[in-house]
């Protein structure tokens, strides 16, 4: 068990709605990230976030919003996607953003966009 | 800009036996980390093994060591004495330690390793 917990674990939605994704972690860490995971491809960084302030965004459409109220909470704010937006979403934690400092997995959210 | 190729999608393993798992990578860096990690059929991704470009000694983690060759910029995963727990995705990553502030790991695309009882 890593510490890090995602809801929901399945989550299926139309092209017009608009959900949230949600990551906690019970590892006392200071920087938070979220990842899409699509089949056969490498994993992709989305954002990152240190002491909550946004530090990277890998170039990510405008239909994803992240939120990270504090260090222990990450949102993914989902609206208007579109079918290749389906994939699995993971996030992490580290304790800090430098490279000596490992990455602590959730489980993922499996996301369909129908 | 980093790659990181691996160039097997799928192998399989006889259970008790050994099986190593291929990753290559480019880089114009000398200061640098390198990963493998796995991914069960439950999804959570675990750091496997972790290996510091500057330290030329193999890391090793119980049944799981790697053999890293920075010259020819290869960084293999062992796992010995294969076990049905170990059947998952694995996956070979990269991260520079020039820049502190560049926390970008790059990933392969995985090798899927399947254990037969």
């Known amino acids: 068990e890593t510490g890090v917990t995602q809801t929901p674990r399945h989550l299926v939605m139309g092209m017009t709605n608009k959900k949230s994704l949600k990551c906690e972690q019970h590892?006392?860490?200071?920087?938070m990230y979220w990842y899409k995971q699509s089949a056969k491809k490498p994993l992709e960084l989305m954002f990152v976030?240190?002491?909550?302030?946004?530090?990277e965004n890998n170039s990510v459409p405008s239909r994803f919003s992240p939120e990270c109220p504090n260090s222990s909470h990450l949102f993914l704010h989902l609206h208007t996607l579109q079918p290749e937006d389906s994939a699995l979403y993971l996030c992490?934690?580290?304790?800090?953003?430098?490279?000596?400092?490992?990455?602590?997995f959730g489980p993922g959210t499996r996301l369909t966009v129908t | 800009a980093q790659t990181v190729t691996q160039s097997q999608p799928e192998m399989s393993v006889q259970e008790a036996e050994t099986v190593t798992l291929s990753c290559t990578y480019d880089t114009s860096e000398s200061d640098y980390y390198l990963f493998w990690y796995k991914q069960p059929p439950s999804r959570q991704m675990i750091l496997v093994i972790r290996?510091?470009?500057?330290k030329q000694q193999n890391a090793t983690e119980n049944r799981f060591s790697v053999n890293f060759q920075k010259a020819a910029k290869s960084f293999s995963l062992k796992i010995s004495d294969s076990q049905l727990g170990d059947a998952a995705m694995y996956f070979c990553?990269?991260?520079?330690?020039?820049?502190?502030?560049?926390?970008?790991?790059?990933w392969g695309a995985g090798t899927k390793l399947i254990i037969k009882p």
């Open positions: 992490a934690s580290s304790l800090g953003t430098s490279a000596s400092y490992e990455q602590y």
């Open positions: 990553a990269y991260r520079s330690g020039r820049d502190q502030s560049n926390y970008q790991l790059i």
């Open positions: 976030y240190n002491f909550k302030e946004q530090t």
């Open positions: 590892l006392g860490h200071n920087a």
């Open positions: 290996q510091e470009a500057y």
